[in-house]
C-alpha cells in the first residue's frame, strides 16, 4: 500500500475518532446543561467529567458551585461567582466558558421560562393531555398525572424534557412540545451575590427595596461590607470572578446608614433584573489599638511591630488603663483567637516574653479593669470592640494605612 493511501487511511480514522468524540462531547454537554437546569448539580458534573475524558489533553473539573443563568434582551449571560475553572494541558480554562458553551448548544436557549409565562403544553398522540398552564410565582406549573414541575430557568425544549421523562410510567415514549403562548408581563426577579447567607435569584414585590430582599436572603456573611453594597441595573452584565458592566448604571448603598440611623433614603428600591452584590471585608496592612491609650486608632505594622512600640506611637496609655489585662484580638470577626500580655511586665520588669509581636489586623485593647474571665471578655466585650473597629476601617475607606 501507498505512503500516501496510508497517510490518507490514518488521517480519515483519526478524523472519524475525533468526529465521534466530538458528536459523544456534545451529548453529553447537553446532559451537563439539562441537569444542571434542573438543579441536579452533582448529576452535572459528572456530564461534564464525561466530556473531560473524551476530549484529549482536559484534565480534572473544579466543582461547579455558583452559575447563575439570566436572560435579558433576547440573550442568555452566565455570570461566575466562583474561581471554577478546568485544567487544559497548562492552560486554565474558566467554566465560565464551559457554560457559556453548553448554553450555545441549545437552540433554544434564546428564552428561559419564567413568572407568569402561558404555555402550551401537548403530548403527541395524546390530545387529553393538551393543557394551557401558567407558570405561579414560584416558578413551578402543574401538568396532568406528573403534577408539580419546576419551570422557571427551564428553556421550552428542556421543559419538555422534564415533563416528557415524567410522564414515561403512563405514556409509552411520549413527545412533549412546549410553546410559549404569552410571555410574562413582567419578570419580577433581582440576583443577590456576594457575602449573604443565600445567593441566587429572587422574586421582588412592587416597592421592595434593598433591606428587604437581603433580610429575605437571611442577611449578610460575618465577612460582608454592608456599608458599601452594590446595585447593577441595565447594561452588559458581569463576568466570572468580578463585579463589573460596561455600561448601565452602579449604585452605591450605605446600609449601616439604614440600620443605624435610620436613613430611609439608602434603603434603594429595586427593579427587575437588578443585580445586588454585597462586597468582602479586605483585612487591613496595619494595627488597631483602642481602649485606655491616648491616640486609639490605625498604625502602619511598619512603625508598630509589637506591643510595647504601638502603646508608645498612640501616645501611652490614661491613667485608668490596667496594662496587666492587654488584650490582642486576631483573625477574622467569626472566628477570633485572643492573646493576653501583661504590660506591666514589660514596663516594670522588662520581660520582653509579653511584649506580643503584632501581624496585620490585629486589634490592641487595653481595658480599664482587670479581665479575669476570658469567656466574658469574649462574648460580652469582644463584639463591641470588633463593631468599633469595622466601623472606623470602614467609614474612613481606609484599603492601607494613608
Known sequence: MKPQKIIFLFSFLMFSIILCNAQESEEHYREAVKFYLWG???QSLSELNKVLEIVPGFGKAYRLKEV???DGQGSLTVIDTGELSVEVGEVTIPIESLARRLLALESSAEYTLGADDVLEISVWGCEELTKEVIVRPDGRISFLLVGDVPARGL??????????EKLTPYVKKPKVTVIVKKVGTARKEVFVLGEVK????????????VLEILSRVGGFTENAVSSSVKILRGGANPLAGEISIRSGQVISVNLDDVIIKGDLSQNVMLQPRDIVYVPKATRPKGVFILGEISKPGMYKLEEAP???ELVTIAGGFTKEATLSSTKVIRGEPGKPIVLSSNLNKVISRADMSENLVLQSGDIVYVPRFFLANLNYFISQILPSIQFVYYT?????GIMGIP
Do not use: C, R
Open 198 to 209: 443565600s445567593q441566587g435569584g429572587q422574586e421582588i414585590t412592587e416597592g421592595m427595596g
Open 392 to 396: 472606623y476601617y470602614l467609614t474612613k
Open 68 to 70: 447563575i443563568l439570566m
Open 306 to 308: 509589637n506591643l510595647l
Open 155 to 164: 428553556t421550552p425544549t428542556l421543559l419538555a424534557e422534564v415533563i416528557a
Open 40 to 42: 441536579d448539580f452533582k
